[in-house]
């Protein structure tokens, strides 16, 4: 009676120590994660994004924030562990050990005058004669009964006494932790406990690896579909222009399977004429060119016109049967760009090399994305060789804006940014005619832009002498980041986009004349614990292998943490050098989230015939500020795109001599040279 009872028992509390196995570390990292993350303060304070309520935090987004699918599986877990947990104290009072003693009300070693006395007390009170209760009777007989039994047999006193039994030594009993109800049936304890085991230790670690399996099959890691980089991979082409970029974009298989309903079709055909003029349609043609749009797939037209209304900052007009489908739009666009940008920087050329054009193009479009600028506002216009699209980051700014201090000789945007505290304010006021709160909003703006250097050394091992064909060169990149508030982690100022999104930044080094990509990384500022440990780790290695001493080490280690602590980040890549000849390359920096923030340097590459198979020798990396004699660039012949030249055209299309007769010197390449004299190069902002 008493093991079937305590078998009753063991389900409840099986249970309760597997889950709390899980539940209890689980919510212990939760926790501690959770009060170790620090509160981002580093977003922009300028009252557009303040009022788009991205970064609002009210009592009732935050209960928003927390009621996650998975905090809310905590809370439920932790409240069914807490009804557990009462339950098995509750069902531990009610089943108690067979004790004779304690049933009878007397203490161990009672004499048989006492135990009979003790009975006839119990029987007078719980005999159903006396007491015609049914749980009474019950009592009576379970218990009473038995404990004066096992009391006045001599034999089963002596068990009782000895083994704390009335039948003497027990056995060792085997039991499972299963509801009572399942071994209710004779001879099924056995079964059901074979299938448990097999259950528990094959049936569910084989359910877990085939859902594992079944879904790593469809996605990345970066939990992007698989179908998703076959496209992309299919339709990125070395020659794609960046204003291209967007019809290779939106044939993604997350937005190939976004549902569209009959419903969508008014909506969609009224966006259509919102966005039409984004969509570089041929007016003489129309009619054509519409029909031609609307008999893509149904997926792609809505995706394209969503995604159009971003860029157009339209977004209020969209209905609210489309607000959810615009959200999912958007907020897969950061994901999906980074993927596309790794299939255009992907080696695959017969040199072993990316391609500069799409990768550049890929981070146009995200730039546009973030900040809800239109593609078309980087033509070249009124004088700005880089178009309207960076003023138009700013708030408050518009076109008409954008006229009106033109006409003050404001011919770039860096100009923009170069004006003195003093200058600034006056030319909003007076010619902008801003008011003193948006002049602030505009002021708040330019100090958090980001302001790069780039300081690139290329090394070779080996004995001096140049480069020669084939080594293994290195390159060392210093980018440096300073913003006119003192941060070097920061959110961008992007209201229109409805997600937070951090700076991500892209360090290329490639030709471009030929469109090869040489090296190509991703720089991000917001992890400075990260950036340290692999800035220390290079640095360690690259002076252990030249041979310097721990001295030494410790000092370069040093220095390098300093750096970083004070707004650079350490990127560091290999290629192979290709055939004899001097090559005209280009460092590029370019942010993923800012326009008109990005850094560029020229570097002349000077490469030698092999002279010998011995060992490896020394890179000599030119830049051209670097070069001897006056040597001169040839001019640079532009090639003209369809819609809008992305802002590094003149470089993507540059035919430069190949071959240098001049001697070069040993030297580095600054990116944060802002002067030219004879034979140098300056910095392209």
Sequence with gaps: MVAAEETGTLFPIFILAIMALFLVPYTIHRVTRALSKKEKTIHCQCSTCLHSGKYRKSIFKRIYNFSTCSNLTVVLLWVFMAFLVYYVKHISREVQPFEPFGILGLKAGSTDAEIKKAYRKLSIQYHPDKNPDPEAHTYFVEYISKAYQALTDPVSRENFEKYGHPDGRQGLQMGIALPQFLLSIEGTSGGILLLGIVGVCILLPLVIAVIYLSRSSKYTGNYVMHQTLYAYYHFMKPSLAPSKVMEVFVKAAEYMEMPVRRSDTEPLQKLFMVVRSELGLDTKNIRQEQAKFWKRHPALVKTELLLLAQLTRESASIPITLQGDFKHVIELAPRLLEELMKMAIIRRSPGGYGWLRPAIGVLELSQ????????????????????????????????????????????????????????????????????????????????MMPSLTIDITCVTEGEEGGIQEG????????????????????????????????????????????????????????????????????????KEGAGANRREIRLAVREAVEKVKSGSRFVMGQFQAPAEGTYNLTAYCICDSWIGCDKKTNIKLKVLKRKHSGPKVSAVVEEGAAIEDGAEEEE???????????????????????????????GDAQGNSGSSSEGSVTDEE
């Design 471 to 542: 080594d293994i060169v290195t390159m060392h990149a210093w980018i440096s980041l300073k913003r006119g508030n003192g941060l070097t982690a920061a959110l961008p100022h992007c209201p229109y986009f409805p997600f937070l999104k951090d700076e991500n930044y892209w360090l290329f080094l490639a030709d471009s004349a030929s469109n090869d990509l040489w090296i190509s990384q991703k720089v991000s500022f917001m992890d400075e614990t990260t950036a340290i440990a692999t800035a220390s780790s290079a640095i360690e290695e690259s």
């Design 368 to 447: 546009s994305i973030i900040q809800a600028v239109p593609l078309s506002a980087r033509k070249p216009v009124g004088g700005f060789a880089e178009g309207n699209a960076p003023f138009l980051q700013l708030p408050h700014f518009s076109e008409s804006v954008i006229k009106k201090i033109s006409r003050k000789k404001i011919r770039s945007f860096q100009e923009l940014q170069d004006m003195s505290p003093q200058e600034c304010p006056e030319l909003l006021t007076q010619i902008a005619g801003f008011s003193d709160e948006e002049t602030q909003d505009v002021q708040a703006v330019l100090n």
């Design 636 to 666: 640079v012949v532009d090639e003209g795109y369809d819609d809008y030249e992305s802002e590094y055209s003149d470089d993507d299309e540059e035919e430069q001599s190949r071959k240098g007769n001049d001697k070069l010197q040993n």
